[in-house]
């Protein structure tokens, strides 16, 4: 197989399997998402407790974005992803080596901060200018930021989030019954969008 015929595969693939958020699709995310969320608790902060947390965060990431019409979602979803994810890297100092130069007063990493979305929003609006795709890149990885701090927010382990650093050290959260609701809702939601867009086709 050609490079661009493996190209256009994995496009078809995204398209059926992500895009088109089939009937499967939707209940694998809905499942994870939930094992993840409520296995985290329990699971520990090495490597296990790693792999509930983020991927509760990558299926919330989906079934939040999954709401949105399908051309935004082809813009988006792909930068907004791993991003909700990859943020979490900088917890890296803290978990392996034992600095805390990042946290110093706070429950998470500086940088789990509104002003990292800022920083995000004005490159994609300066991007957009030139280079649309690209903005729409940035765009996606605000989003993305956004949605993994919504979780953070109303994590299980009542630990905050700084989303005012550097103006405030002080860690933000609410409380995680309330984020369980807003999930259920999403999921409501995406089960009624995914019933209306089949009968429709
Ligand atoms: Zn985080």
Known sequence: MTATAQRSRIQQLWEHWILDIPLLQLVVAVLLGGLGNQLYPY????????LCDETAHLMTTLLVLN????EWRRKILVPALPASVL?????????????????????????????TVAVALAIAALCSIRWPKVGFVWL??????????????????????????????????????????????????????WWIRASRS
């Open 140 to 193: 996606g990885i605000a989003i993305g930021l956004s949605l993994h701090f919504f979780r953070d927010l109303g994590e299980s382990d009542a630990s905050g989030v700084p989303l005012l650093w550097p103006f405030s050290y002080r860690s933000f959260n609410y409380g995680h019954a309330t984020f369980d609701t807003i999930m259920v809702i999403v999921v409501a939601a995406n089960f009624l969008l």
């Open 43 to 50: 699971a520990g902060e090495g490597a296990r407790g790693a």
């Open 87 to 115: 943020i979490d890297v900088d917890h890296v100092p803290l978990a392996i080596f034992h600095t805390h130069f990042l946290t110093w007063g706070t429950d998470r990493p500086y940088t789990h901060s509104l002003l």
């Open 67 to 70: 709401l949105l019409p399908k």
